[in-house]
């Protein structure tokens, strides 16, 4: 499992190594700067200190006093006076001023000068002055590498006091009750962590009203089947108790319409049900045009036993990225709704055209109807039209969730679903991709 107060300690101490080490890097590099310039002065004052007194003496101090300084002098003819290590393989000629040399033994820092009537070459290694550098830095910094423990302990303090208001969300969120959705309280939390909690927040908010509006559904749904399933049941005792065939049929036809309606009532349920949010579904390319033309072929005979007229008035291509099986179900409801309470011989047309390169679907029929303060409510689950609404056919039971059904799946296809007035008096039906 990844730690996040692991990662920020391995992260903040790498930073501190690298910085600690460019540090060094520079510190050694100014040191040895300055050692170059210390001990170049140093070259030049040897180099004048020489005629300032008898030349052999000169010779037998310095040897003695300067073990890192290899001197060779020459005469004007160029003739080789003096060499205090002659088993130093340095250039057996003198270039005037400082230069660098590369011997076997590695650089050496050269300086010659003439001193009054002889030259004078005196030579150090290089090595001398890095270790002389390098000793400054490692003496600088070696405080700091012994803090480095410290400050590790420290940070992983810091970042452990740092996530402490985590630990605490997460402790509020692990001692909740599972029904517990009211918000968490993001007083006295850090910034960072605030929008954290707020989203959690917006997260249960939206738990508790799908909860809330489940609860609702259940509630209705309960209700909705208790008054066929006892129609049923008072039904199947009727034709218990029926004394003759002509009424044990009668009864027998009234139980079946009422198992029919509990039937339709179930299949309407569990549509809606399918067409939740979070309900699964099959996102492809649908053709609108021979998918209407399947729902309408499927209700023809429907409409034929209703005594309507159902066909396809006008149909131009079109195709929409979508669920097919849930869009079925849309127009199904839509087409069902329609023949349901169109008078006998009346019709219901289907058209399928573009507008503006968008897919509208519209169907019409010679009904009732929905008045305008009504059509609002339509989409609400289990509400029908009031009791005084002029209903021509009434021979099929409603449920109340075929519309309420085609406004979320129209929702979840980013489609808009209008009624209008048909010009033939009836209502018409739009659904707008």
Known sequence: MRSIRRQLLIWLLALVIVGVGFAGWLIYRQALAEANELFDYQLQQIAAALPSEPFSSVLSSRSESDEGVVIQIWNRNGVLMYYSHPRVPLAPHAELGFSTEMTPRGEWRVYSAIVGDNVVQLAQPLSIRNRVAAGVAWRTLWPLVLLLPLLGVAIWVIVGRGLAPLQRVTRALDTRHPEALDPLSDQRLPQEVRPVVRALNALLARLAAALDTQKAFVADAAHELRTPLA????????????????????????????????????????????????????????????????????????????????????????????????????????????????????????????????????????????????????????????????????DIAGSGLGLAIVKRIADQHGAKVELESARSGGLSVIVGF
């Open 231 to 394: 129609a049923v049941q008072i039904q199947a005792q009727l034709v218990a108790r029926a004394h003759d065939d002509e009424s044990r049929s009668e009864a027998l036809a009234d139980l079946h319409e009422g198992i029919a309606r509990a039937t339709r009532l179930a299949e309407q349920l569990l549509a809606l049900a399918r067409s939740e949010p979070d309900g699964k579904r099959v996102e492809t390319q649908v053709d609108l045009s021979a998918l209407l033309d399947s729902c309408v072929r499927g209700y023809v005979l429907v409409a034929q036993e209703r005594g309507v007229d159902l066909g396809i008035e006008a149909s131009e291509p079109a195709s929409v990225e979508g669920d097919p099986d849930s869009l079925r179900v849309m127009f199904n409801n839509l087409i069902d709704n329609a023949t349901k309470y169109t008078p006998k011989g009346g019709r219901v047309d289907v058209c399928l055209k573009a507008n503006d390169g968008h897919p509208v679907v519209e169907i019409s029929d010679t009904g009732p109807g929905i008045p305008q303060e009504e059509r609002e409510r339509v989409f609400d689950r289990f509400y029908r039209v009031g009791e005084g609404v002029n209903r021509a056919r009434t």
